[in-house]
């Protein structure tokens, strides 16, 4: 970037705007979101992006990969500041989900807006990531990690047995859609205002994570994953402190939940399951744990991947009519994706691909340091 | 890692020798007269599987401190060569199938299971942890999930996932009359093979050079490099037994149970490192203690009619051992530490 070489003006433009967005991330983030938000229908415009499927299939794909950008970005909070490995995060984003379609749908006959209960799924998430993480929280983090593991598990299992409150295996469906009267009206056909909706709730989020990143909480989780002992006998309370990254990264979720929810107007248990939480932690692997803009690029390109780029392979290679790669469904390999992306990082590139300049320190072993 | 010695001069408390065999032996019968012969024998099997795959993740974990989080998944796969060497024996069935035939089929079943699983261990530790060994902790334990993720895809990906009837190497019905139970002679032999194969290990660990320097290794790795232990040959026979079990338990679960699908490892995984934890983790008689224990209360639960909240069950169980008692019931090596 930096060596490319623009005309005066232009230049001069840039070390403005660099000048301003340094002093001034808030701004830099609303900013870079609005141009990217405006940027990605444009682009799915032109080919050969225009060709390979309808704008609004495009709209959707874009609204559901910024919701798995919400997901890393939040568990990036636990696993890339606090260095707390959560494997149950699909659990937060389960939870989430089901609170807004329990009250929100015919199911029960309780129809409580959007609005107020996007703010409640988040902190129906932060409370059962307290309720988890106050008991487990003061164990090692590789138990941290099993315990997460089988939490992950056990609430898509009560989510499929407790039928009397969640329907079972069929869901709740016929979620009600959000509601602004009179302006903008949320229905299944037009992505438009979902997508709009997601990319302010990105917007939120990236700037809360930003300014937690650069607080007093947010120095105290970089410290405890450098190095706990130090941290706690510099006064740093280090339950708490992880409580409050966990109890951030599942608010987080459950926010993300209620959208999702809304958004596919159905939620049920094989939605949740551990593949979720795996893709978003190969999200936030491949962006670089501890890197907010990269845990949410690397989220986009995870699920554009396996959602298009996969597809379309498939049909180049039937196209083609090469004998024997025809008969191979390339969409099943997204779930080994995922696994290949966390081996092939954590061995080539544990900092990830494109990392943040705090955490590089962690994952520079002892001959890197000596440069 | 170790034999009973190691915990017991770490944890320092005095206790009779005997107190914990009349302990098992007391806790058995009670099991007994409650959920009655055939849960119980049940039971028993299941926690032979258990244990044998708890082993795998203790002996791990005491060596190198890392959740292994694929080897459940070796497991799985473990259930499905079973699958297919049990398939192609009985293809190749010619005429009468005695004693004679069926002893040198379950031979056969188990060297070619066990190996292969070892193998796939040992590769495993080779090229995904061992290059990580001096890294930060994250990295291994998601190098794990990783790899977990990568056999269970493949497996799915090479036949589906739809689940499979294991071929009956071992005629069923073949019993014993106890009073007026029926005691299949299946469960009979899947317990003893179980048992002999943990008191095999045992005996490995007090008695050869190899045990002891798997044992030096989980104290101290560079005490015991100084000593003249080859630590990476150490770690990959540690993973090579690990994973050997865990392939024997795959062979038990496809003879007993008759079915296996590509997720089968991962609900099994999760309780055998319950049963890990529970037994003290690092400690390989506690891993075996541990089984038992964790399809006791599984079984347990089904007699009680929560057949449904099994893992929930289970998994309660692992979050108050981790938060009250992270040592487990026999002490760890590493527990102080939790």
Known sequence: MSRLKLPAPLAALRARMRRHF??????????????????????SRVPPFGQLQSINAWT??????????????????????????????????????????????????IHIPFWPMLIFGAIIGAIFGILLG??????????????????????????????KFTAGTIGIGGIDKPQIPGIVEFTLINPWPFYVLIMLMLMLVTVAVFRLEDSKIGRAWEAIREDELAAESSGINTVISKLQAFAVGAAIAGFAGVFNAAKLTIVSPGQFGFVVSVSTLSAVVLGGMGNVVGVGAGAFVIYLIQSIFLKQLNILVSQLGIPILGDIDFLQFQYVLYGVVLVIMMLKRPQGIYPARRRMRTFADSKETAK | MAAGTVSTVRTEKPR????LPVIILAFLAAMFVWMGFTQFLNALTLGAVYALVALGYTMVYGIIELINFAHGDVFMVATFVTMFVSGTILNQKEGIYGIPQLILSLVIVFAVTIS??????????????????????????????????????????????????????FPVDWAVMVGETRVPFLNIFVITVAVSLMALLQLFISRTRTGKAMRTTSMDRDASSLMGVNIDRTIMITFLIGSGLAGAAGVIHGLYYGNTNFQVGFQSGLKAFTAAVLGGIGNTAGAALGGFIIAFVEVGAVVLGFSRWGGAVVFSLLVIFLVFRPTGLLGSHTGDRA
């Open chain 1, 134 to 163: 106050a008991p487990t929280l003061r164990l090692r983090g590789d138990y941290l990690a099993i315990v997460t593991l089988g939490f992950g598990e056990i609430v898509p299992i009560t989510l499929l047995n407790a039928d």
């Open chain 2, 116 to 169: 292969i699983m070892a193998i796939i261990g040992a590769v495993i530790e080779r090229f995904a942890y061992r290059p990580l060994r001096r890294a930060p902790k994250l990295a291994p334990l998601i190098t794990a999930i990783g790899v977990s993720f990568i056999l269970q895809n493949i497996i799915q990906y090479l036949v589906g996932p739809y689940t499979y009837n294991v071929p009956q190497l």
């Open chain 2, 16 to 19: 009779s020798a005997l107190a």
């Open chain 1, 60 to 109: 959707n794909a874009f609204t559901i990969a910024a919701i798995y950008a919400i997901l890393a970005i939040g568990l990036n909070v636990v696993i890339g500041f606090a260095g707390l490995l959560d494997l149950g995060y699909a659990a937060f984003f389960a939870l989430g989900g089901y609170t807004y379609a329990i009250v929100a749908s015919p199911f029960f006959g």
């Open chain 1, 22 to 43: 340094g002093a001034h991330r808030t701004q830099g983030v609303i900013f870079a979101i609005l141009v990217i938000g405006i940027a990605l229908p444009l682009l």
